[in-house]
């Protein structure tokens, strides 16, 4: 019925058709296998280095006041040392990017703006502060003083996230845009006065714009962490100052 052999499923081919099918089906096959070879080779790991500058260049920043509450600098949470702190899904698509980030771990990039924030403060770094390698010199430069107070800062949670959308028809760029997922909650505290704050937003964006996306959004995390710290620290340097004065007595 309809010209199909129930039992090959095959079409039913008579004549000059009969004698070609052979060879459309060693085609059909042939085809296949290169189509394969094709999708396989196209599945490949790129790198696009991902470039976060500091929430401050350390040349510009303010200098500390003549006088004011030195402000001992601490931080609690994991991962804060690692650079890998930028992720990318992109693993399900045919072609993908891996990206790296190379500019350093949140702890070296928001120091300096820590710091920036405590001059602004009108308050100054302790010498007891510990900061990371690629900041010592700006323990050298600044800490100082004995501390009259302890600012920790800890974060819970850093996550900033590019999420492509699976696609039928994958191309390097990508045909709908994905997601960048960014969710970061983290905590100032003085002595035991501690604020905690967060940053919770998704943001759309195709394949090819992701890289200059995730380092956007990065700094803008950095920035809003440094305002955060101003804040805090400033609405409490009468705080720092009384804790200092009565340790001293």
Request: net charge negative.
């Amino acid at each position: 019925m309809f010209g199909l052999n129930p039992d090959s499923k095959m079409p039913i081919l008579s004549g000059k058709a009969a004698q070609g099918w052979p060879g459309y089906r060693r085609l059909y096959c042939l085809t296949g296998q290169a189509l394969l070879v094709i999708s396989l080779t196209v599945v490949g790991a790129g790198c696009t280095e991902l470039t976060v500058p500091p929430v401050v260049e350390k040349d510009f920043l303010i200098p500390p006041p003549d006088q004011g509450p030195a402000v001992q600098l601490n931080w609690k949470g994991e991962g804060l040392e690692d650079s890998e702190w930028i992720r990318s899904y992109t693993v399900y698509r045919i072609v993908f990017d891996d990206l790296e980030n190379t500019s350093g771990s949140i702890r070296d990039l928001l120091e300096p703006g820590l710091i920036q924030s405590i001059h602004r403060s009108e308050m100054v770094l302790a010498e007891q502060s510990s900061l990371t390698e690629a900041n010592l010199a700006l323990y050298d430069k600044y800490g100082k003083s004995p501390a009259d107070c302890n600012l920790s800062v800890e974060i819970m949670q850093r996550d900033i996230s590019y999420f492509p959308r699976r696609e039928f028809v994958q191309t390097p760029g990508g045909i709908r845009p994905g997601h960048i997922v960014t969710l970061f909650r983290y905590s100032y505290c003085m002595d035991s006065d501690c604020q905690e704050f967060q940053i919770e937003r998704t943001t759309r964006t195709h394949t090819d714009e992701a890289p200059d996306r995730l380092e956007t959004e990065a700094a803008l995390i950095l920035k809003q962490m440094e305002k955060d710290a101003y804040d805090f620290l400033s609405n409490r340097r009468s705080q720092c100052e009384t804790a200092g004065k009565a340790s001293s007595i």
